[in-house]
């Protein structure tokens, strides 16, 4: 199926210009000039990735991505100003999938899109609606991981994560115990060679924990090895 992207941007010329590539790449696009018009319209009907500007009126990027996560799992990817690393790291805590810095090469966009939707498809080609099946289930003490419909409970309860998170929690889990680098999260999250720097990994890690310390303040499942990378320990 032909994959639609929403693009949410105050600058018309971005909007026009981004647009004209991804449907010359085979992509239905839908476009919104501010934050507060798109947050229904990706709610009630969503698309397969949506790019957000962050510095919007009305409603910028970083507060569209909040109230979008509180009702919605839609992988984002964040367009920033170079000089914007703050809200970079504050993006990916809030949970967007990833984000690139302006100017930007629309090349790298469209591969930075295609890489998303194909870990969508690592973690939901098999999906359905039946049981998960001892072929898509991994259970790790109290976490469950249903890797054929991106399912995730800790001691029952339900944690919901993006499509970046689940892939990076299902790579420590699948070995507790081993050490995983981050050059090795990277490479399991992204599956491309597209280049991802430690800051990005350590914040999809710590959004990670605070999902399940929403279910449970006590959540210590995930170590960090300073200088090493982090592990999965099951108990």
Excluded: C
């Excluded at 600058?11 to 449907?23: E, G, H, P």
């Amino acid at each position: 199926m032909t994959a639609t992207i929403a693009l949410v941007d105050d600058d018309r010329n971005i909007l026009t210009s981004v647009s004209i590539a991804l449907q010359a790449e085979g992509f239905v696009t839908r476009v919104y000039s501010d934050g507060e018009t798109a947050l229904k319209a990706l709610i009630d009907n969503p698309p397969d990735i949506a790019i957000l500007d962050i510095k919007m009126p009305r409603m910028d990027g970083l507060e569209l991505l909040r109230r979008l996560r509180e009702k919605s799992t839609l992988p984002v990817i964040f367009l920033t100003s170079k000089d914007d690393e703050l809200d970079e790291a504050l993006g990916l805590a809030m949970g967007a999938d990833d984000y690139i810095a302006k100017p930007f090469s629309q090349r790298l966009l469209i591969a930075r899109i295609r890489a998303i939707l194909r870990r969508a498809e690592v973690t939901q080609g098999n999906g359905g609606d039946g049981e998960a099946t001892p072929e898509t289930s991994l259970v790790r003490g109290r976490l469950a991981m249903d890797t054929a419909r991106h399912r995730v409970t800790w001691n029952g309860d339900t944690v919901t994560l993006t499509v970046t998170e689940f892939l990076i929690l299902e790579t420590l889990a699948q070995r507790p115990g081993i050490v995983k680098t981050r050059n090795q999260l990277m490479d399991a999250a992204y599956h491309d060679d597209i280049y991802v720097d430690d800051r990005t990994i350590d914040s999809h890690i710590k959004r990670v924990r605070r999902k399940f310390r929403q279910v449970d303040s006590e959540f210590d499942a995930i170590e960090t090895l300073y200088g090493a990378g982090y592990r999965f320990s099951e108990e």
